[in-house]
């Protein structure tokens, strides 16, 4: 069992920034080694936003946030952040924490949400 919990959405300025935590929890959290975000707005499916290795030595980034997006992860504290930078409207979303035990299953998780854990997710909302 691994226990996800998001902290840090709100609402900001269109090219202000926002930072989001995860925590992680949990016996197994180790063995859900790869972590990342995903995020779904109304009407529309969730999908890829970032992710993380266990070291952190590789990241991956949906297109349309590289270069604005940061990802990032503590282990000692458990925890993946991601900072958001120059945030755009088409930001807004609910965004979710998630963990799988590879790259490959977080990867698809967004289609196989049982592929892996999920956070309760928070909002981010961001006015023109």
């Known amino acids: 069992q691994v226990q996800l919990v998001e902290t840090g959405g709100g609402l900001e300025q269109a090219g202000g920034s926002l930072r989001l935590s995860c925590a992680a929890s949990?016996?197994?959290?180790?063995?859900?080694?790869?972590m990342g975000w995903f995020r779904q707005a109304p009407g529309k499916e969730r999908e890829f936003v970032a992710d993380i290795s266990w070291g952190g030595g590789t990241t991956r980034y949906a297109d349309s946030v590289k270069g604005r997006f940061t990802i990032s992860r503590d282990n000692a504290r458990n925890t993946v952040t991601l900072q958001m930078n120059s945030l755009k409207p088409e930001d807004t979303a609910v965004y979710y924490c998630?963990?799988?035990?590879?790259?490959?299953?977080?990867?698809?998780?967004?289609?196989?949400?049982?592929?892996?854990?999920w956070g309760q997710g928070t909002q981010v909302t961001v006015s023109s």
């Open positions: 998630a963990a799988a035990m590879t790259a490959q299953a977080l990867a698809v998780m967004s289609r196989s949400p049982k592929a892996g854990y």
């Open positions: 949990g016996r197994s959290w180790r063995t859900y080694a790869n």
